[in-house]
């Protein structure tokens, strides 16, 4: 199980939203820097890192990239990122600025052309964002639901050549209220030969139990899990996940 903890950037800090409500907003640090060397610190192999202002209008924010980059520079760990990403131009532009692996959700959802040329040159380097309101695909920052369940959008991804999915239940991201694995697995079983990641609603290391004996047995597939709210809250230690997920 790869662990995956997030930071979520809006106007160059670190916050984290309510059921992906951008007038739900929690401030955790000015310095998304500080915060990235503290779960470097804490055994962290990877960060997970969102845009939150380049998702919502499509445009990156200079200053949420400016820490980014500064980010890549100071912690050398591989970073995965998301938001606004949504041509192949933006997609050479992070990986120009280091990133490792980039996510595409709003693009993915809307222009199957453009997401087939861009599996076929980048392969596993670009995941696909699936965030489900009530089992819909919601798009453009979580503002809107294309209408499509998600498990047809996923089918639809992994035939266009999608490697890796990363799932959010955008009813429990940020609210501690634990993992909604019937989701989830219902997700994984529809493309049984990509990777998953689990994400949003993390609560207590319970759920991180619950997803590697989820690995181990009906879903294999679902080999990652993104942390966020959990852990700026302190409900769960990040040294205890790595302890667990290394089955120390």
């Known amino acids: 199980m790869e662990i995956y903890p997030a930071i979520d950037l809006k106007g160059g800090c670190c916050v984290r939203l309510s059921q992906g409500d951008f007038d739900r907003v929690t401030t955790y640090g000015e310095d998304p820097v500080k915060i990235a060397l503290q779960w470097k610190a804490a055994g962290a192999p990877w960060l997970h890192i969102v845009d939150l202002d380049g998702a919502r209008t499509g445009v990156q924010s200079d200053a949420n990239i400016a820490a980014l980059k500064e ?7 591989p970073v995965q990122f998301g938001g606004g990403v949504r041509n192949r131009e933006a997609v050479d532009r992070m990986l120009s600025h280091g990133v490792a692996r980039t996510v595409m959700g709003t693009a993915a959802a809307g222009n199957p052309e453009m997401m087939a040329e861009i599996f076929g040159a980048y392969g596993s380097k670009v995941a696909v964002g699936v965030d489900a309101r009530d089992g819909l695909v919601a798009v453009h920052g979580w503002q809107t639901t294309s209408g499509e369940p998600a498990t047809d959008f996923v089918q639809r991804l992994a035939a266009l050549g999608a490697a890796r999915f990363i799932f959010t239940d955008i009813s429990r991201d940020g609210m501690l209220q634990g993992v909604n694995f019937e989701s ?8 049984p030969g990509t990777s998953v990641t689990a994400s949003g609603g993390v609560a207590t290391i319970t759920d991180i139990e619950q997803l590697i004996a989820l690995e181990a047995s009906s879903s294999p597939n679902v080999d990652a899990v993104i942390i966020g709210k959990a852990l700026y809250a302190g409900t769960v230690r990040l040294e205890d996940v790595m302890a667990l997920a290394l089955g120390k």
């Open 71 to 77: 980010i890549i520079k100071q912690t050398g760990l």
């Open 184 to 191: 989830l697995s219902t997700v994984a079983a529809a493309v």
